[in-house]
T-cell receptor
Framework: DAEITQSPRHKITETGRQVTLACHQT?????MFWYRQDLGHGLRLIHY???????NKGEVSDGYSVSRSNTEDLPLTLESAASSQTSVYFC????????????FGPGTRLTVL | SQQGEEDPQALSIQEGENATMNCSYK?????LQWYRQNSGRGLVHLILIRSNEREKHSGRLRVTLDTSKKSSSLLITASRAADTASYFC?????????FGQGTELSVKP
């Protein structure tokens, strides 16, 4: 069965370190998204991609970057982790337009000390 | 900024009762979606209603959309303890899905 996976599921890191969160989908979807979820803010879009070599900034993109070298993967990199980036991160994908149903991964809980 | 806002923020009911959650949004939409999130899990798509639809059903779920009032409601009938979760509405804006902050539903056995 097609699925979307994230790794690691839990990560503790220190302020200033570079961290990369992995997202891998086997749906063969063109569109992939990264969100962060915090109490009081719901889900907020960090970056998204409509296809290979395409990346776009979302509403909270500062301090984050993504790259799309193939259809299946969209890794999220925190260039220099900050305590404000402690959050739960979700990756999602969709088949066609961004208004289409999105399929979510299980999430990565990141703690920045 | 959030496009959709759910109401209430939290809802506690007994098993067998109906649960109604509301979502209001600010700008015109092409469609509105509802998602469920169980504790510690990712979101799961429940239902999508297009702007030219007024009501849609899926099993025990009933969704209505009133574009004149910019609002939607999600009704879960004959609730079960397994329905305990957070429920989010999502609307499309600028080619992206914007999620509300969610309604936390607790169904007591």
């Amino acid at each position: 069965d097609a699925e979307i996976t994230q790794s690691p599921r839990h990560k503790i890191t220190e302020t200033g370190r570079q961290v990369t969160l992995a997202c891998h989908q086997t749906w063969n979807h063109n569109n992939m998204f990264w969100y962060r979820q915090d109490l009081g803010h719901g889900l907020r879009l960090i970056h998204y991609s409509y296809g290979v070599q395409d990346t776009n900034k979302g509403e909270v993109s500062d301090g984050y970057s993504v790259s799309r070298s193939n259809t299946e993967d969209l890794p999220l990199t925190l260039e220099s982790a900050a305590s404000s980036q402690t959050s739960v991160y979700f990756c999602a994908s969709s088949e066609s337009g961004t208004w289409d149903t999105q399929y979510f991964g299980p999430g990565t809980r990141l703690t920045v000390l | 900024s959030q496009q959709g806002e759910e109401d209430p923020q939290a809802l506690s009911i007994q098993e067998g009762e109906n649960a109604t959650m509301n979502c209001s949004y600010k700008t015109s939409i092409n469609n509105l979606q509802w998602y469920r999130q169980n504790s510690g899990r990712g979101l799961v798509h429940l239902i999508l209603i297009r702007s030219n639809e007024r009501e849609k059903h899926s099993g025990r779920l009933r969704v209505t959309l009133d574009t004149s009032k910019k609002s939607s409601s999600l009704l879960i009938t004959a609730s079960r303890a397994a329905d305990t979760a957070s429920y989010f509405c999502a609307t499309d804006r600028g080619g992206k899905l914007i999620f509300g902050q969610g309604t936390e539903l607790s169904v007591k056995p």
